[in-house]
């Protein structure tokens, strides 16, 4: 018959306080390891969001722009004071030489 080899009580109970420090240790790691990809994670969407709020101001802007542009006061005025055109109208029906049919 063998012998079995017993392991003293000290030493399992120390085996067992290793073992459950290894767990908590573990355990310490992985919470840490949550709560800082969570935070990213908030940081991330945080971030997203405002350069979402800036296109949608900038795009907001653009179209006013756009309307300005377009308007036709500006488009009257830019015609009188760059091309010198007047928004006079004759009287008179004024027929241009053109070729006999």
């Known amino acids: 018959m063998k012998e079995r080899t017993h392991i003293p009580v000290q ?43 800036k296109m949608i101001s900038y795009r907001k802007a653009l179209h006013l722009e756009r309307d300005r542009l377009k308007s036709d006061a500006r488009i009257t005025r830019i015609a009188r004071s760059r091309l010198g055109l007047t928004s006079e109208t004759f009287t008179r029906t004024i027929y241009l030489p053109g070729e006999p049919n």
């Open 11 to 53: 030493r399992r109970k120390g085996l067992r306080w290793l073992a459950l420090i290894l767990v908590l240790v573990c355990e310490l790691l992985v919470h840490t390891w949550v709560r800082t990809e969570s935070t990213q994670t908030m940081l991330r969407i945080s971030n997203a969001q405002a350069g979402i709020q």
